[in-house]
């Protein structure tokens, strides 16, 4: 048995279990001297345990002088609070971890070094930031393509749109050009002149859910409730946005149980209407449906469809304008356009056909008249043009001819046209030189006397 008088004193067991310790640990008297230094602290500050006991400690590192070491040791004696921090220690090269405590045999402090974890972390935080930023990266190229294409899709819109004047073919093109870009489905209603609306465009992105979407389609103007989203769109001109469509929505915007059935099919979960307004006038609406595949529709989609509905409203608009100032000119060129005589010795037919498929007027003009010996004089010519002006201009034309010299019928029919070009086409006149005719005369025989063109093709004579 030891005796107890042989036991090791506490102290010593203490500063024994100290200096095995692997982990760094110094203590700082109430000068700022080392008072003690295990070796692994000393180990770790490239320094000796003689080197630094005794020595003050910021003459040892002055480069801690003003630092986060200093901070925590001098907050530490004041407060009495235990505190640590982390930091780069410049001189050694180094991070370190100080713990600090206040004792009765002065401030302990307790330190590692964690430079390699530091770094591991470092390498962790710069190949996240480095996924973060390819993830970036790849965003914005998508945007960018995507961004592309809505702006392909926009010129296509104006393209398909402005190419006829024909209202379905128009409206159709277009449902069929914004699916699946901007949506699973889309459906176009325009406003005839006496108000009534027609569903007329749609698409659907999945060929096998077409005759679903027709079924609905031919019964949705007669099963929509006057808060479902065209009503709604047209009556408020402005869009209308339903990012999650529920059962009770389909209920309030659909009156019938047979179109409500049909809708089901279609499997509708997003709903986006835009009013086509231009000049403060509604034209239709459009409405883009996703299915639940899809979900709610983009803010980047929403703001493309927005630009299309202006974009398709303008072209509907000029497609009407232009056929209105069609039929105007139609009509006042056939009001001119008068039926020939018929002179007791003649039988005078007229076949007015377009050389042109999809327009029906120009400046092409005939008349046949009589002069005062009888004879008959048939002129045909031609003003360039398709419009109100060139049909105001073959009038002119028209009642120039018959004005002309009567003498020079006779004799030179020629020169009665070529007169009659040159009179036109004076430079005084606003209009440019675009006119011509030719002319003919015939005896009360039958026979033509005599014949004269200016600016066209000779008349041909068929038996």
């Known amino acids: 048995m030891i005796p107890h008088e042989a036991a090791p004193p506490p102290g010593d ?59 925590l040791y001098r907050g530490v004696r004041v407060t009495g609070v235990t505190a640590c921090t982390e930091a780069w220690f410049e001189p050694l090269g180094r991070w370190f971890r100080a713990d600090a405590f206040l004792t009765e045999a002065g401030l302990v402090v307790t330190y590692d070094d964690v430079t390699e974890r530091r770094r591991v972390l470092e390498e962790r935080a710069a190949a996240m930031s480095a996924r973060e930023d390819a993830a970036a990266m790849a965003a914005a190229a998508e945007a960018a393509e995507e961004a592309g294409r809505h702006l392909m899709l926009l010129g296509d819109i104006n393209l398909a749109m402005t190419s006829t004047l024909d209202t379905d073919e128009a409206v159709a093109r277009f449902a069929h050009l914004v699916v699946p870009l901007l949506a699973d489905i889309c459906l176009v209603s325009v406003i005839d002149a006496d108000g009534t609306r027609r569903d007329v465009g749609r698409a ?19 099963s929509n409730r006057a808060t479902a989203p065209v009503p709604t769109a047209l009556r408020d001109l402005r869009p209308v946005i339903m990012p999650a469509l529920a059962d009770a929505d389909i209920d309030a915007m ?19 209407t835009f009013p086509l307004v231009a000049r403060g006038e509604a034209f239709g609406a459009f409405t883009l449906a996703n299915t639940s595949g899809r979900g709610a529709h983009t803010q980047v989609e929403l703001r493309t469809a927005e630009i299309a509905s202006r974009r398709a409203a303008l072209a509907l608009d000029n497609a009407r304008l232009a056929r209105a100032n069609q039929q105007v000119a139609e009509r006042l060129q056939l009001s001119l356009l008068s039926p020939p005589v018929q002179p007791e010795s003649l039988e005078l037919a007229v076949r007015y056909r377009p050389a042109t498929q999809g327009v029906s007027i120009g400046g092409d003009w005939y008349d046949a008249f009589l002069q005062p010996d009888g004879d008959t004089v048939l002129v045909i010519g031609d003003v360039m043009g398709h419009d109100i002006e060139a049909a105001a201009a073959m009038g002119q034309v028209k009642t120039l001819v018959r004005g002309s010299p009567s003498t020079g019928w006779r ?13 036109w086409v004076w430079p005084s006149r606003p209009w ?20 004269g063109c200016a600016g066209r093709p000779p008349a041909t004579r068929s038996r």
């Open 13 to 71: 067991l203490l500063v024994q279990a100290v200096e095995g310790m692997e982990r760094p640990l110094f203590v700082l008297d109430e000068n700022w001297c080392v008072a003690y230094i295990n070796p692994a602290g000393a180990r770790a500050l490239d320094r000796t345990v003689e080197g630094l006991v005794g020595r003050p400690i910021w003459d040892e590192f002055p480069d801690a002088v003003g630092g986060p070491f200093e901070q």
């Open 204 to 222: 659907h992105r999945d060929p096998a859910k077409v005759e679903a979407l027709d079924r609905y389609t031919d019964a949705r103007v007669a």
């Open 254 to 272: 659909v009156a019938d149980v047979e179109s409500r059935a049909a809708l089901a099919v279609l499997d509708v979960r997003a709903v986006a």
């Open 411 to 423: 004799s030179r029919p020629g020169y009665c046209a070529g007169w009659t070009t040159r009179w």
């Open 432 to 451: 440019p030189p675009r006119s011509s005719a030719g002319s003919s005369r015939g005896r009360r025989t039958g026979r033509p006397e005599c014949a």
